[in-house]
């Protein structure tokens, strides 16, 4: 079965300091990968996708990156950050979204960033 | 761009009782898939219940029920026999075709109804 893990779980960082968030997939190949926040009293935001390995869509400009440097690796990172940018972290995946096959996203356990 | 609504910021009820969270969406397409997704205070996130929007019978998963209207727009959720596990918070989303462009391919999420279920 597929499984999908996500760390670490909690993070405290200084304002100004780099940020990574590492994702990984099991069970799969080619998955669909996605770094969605969820800011506090908030509902959850896309920030990026990826459908294969070097290819990353943004959704929202802001001081965060992500790269997939091997087919079920997905890394979100930051090279200074914002206070702004605390929240919680969610690392999902699916299969090749085909309406044929019912795909659904999973989402792993998440990581608490908070900013200080 | 599609957009989820959720009116209902916080629901409490009774265990054993049935409770129906409420969900509606705009979009312009014909074919999509929506969602309940349930957070419990861990904070993963756990899928509860999927409906194709092709699909005229509504979906159902043991105690988990949908409402589902198209022409309206709206996807409400069934708890029946509500348990105190089932405390949490509940997000309908909303997909959209596969790579039919204007975003990305993924979920757009209401801003959730916090369910509590009191003993």
């Known amino acids: 079965s597929q499984t999908i893990h996500q760390w670490p779980a909690t993070l405290v960082q200084p304002v100004g300091s780099p940020l990574s968030l590492e994702c990984t997939v099991e069970?799969?190949?080619?998955?669909?990968l996605y770094w969605y926040r969820q800011a506090a009293g908030r509902g959850l935001q896309l920030l990026f996708y990826?459908?294969?390995?070097?290819?990353i869509s943004s959704e929202v400009p802001q001081n965060l990156s992500a790269s997939r440097p091997q087919d079920r690796q997905f890394i979100l990172s930051s090279k200074k950050l914002l206070l702004s940018d605390s929240g919680f972290y969610l690392c999902?995946?699916?299969?090749?979204?085909?309406?044929?096959?019912?795909?659904?996203?999973?989402f792993g356990e998440g990581s608490w960033l908070t900013v200080v | 761009a599609q957009t989820v609504t959720q009116s209902q910021p916080e629901m409490s009820v009774q265990e054993a009782e049935t409770v129906t969270l409420s969900c509606t969406y705009d979009?312009?397409?014909?074919?999509?898939?929506l969602f309940w997704y349930k957070q419990p205070p861990s904070r993963q996130m756990i899928l509860v219940i999927r409906?194709?929007?092709?699909?005229?019978q509504n979906a159902t998963e043991n105690r988990f029920s949908v409402n589902f209207q198209k022409a309206a727009k709206s996807f409400s959720l069934k708890i029946s026999d509500s348990q105190l596990g089932d405390t949490a918070m509940y997000f309908c989303?909303?997909?959209?075709?596969?790579?039919?462009?204007?975003?990305?391919?993924?979920?757009?999420f209401g801003k959730g109804t916090h369910l509590i279920i009191q003993p």
């Open positions: 990826s459908v294969g390995i070097g290819q």
């Open positions: 069970g799969t190949s080619n998955p669909n």
């Open positions: 409906q194709e929007a092709y699909k005229q």
């Open positions: 979009t312009s397409e014909n074919n999509y898939y």
């Open positions: 999902a995946w699916s299969g090749i979204l085909d309406w044929f096959s019912g795909n659904t996203i999973y």
């Open positions: 989303a909303f997909m959209k075709p596969p790579y039919s462009g204007g975003g990305a391919d993924g979920l757009t």
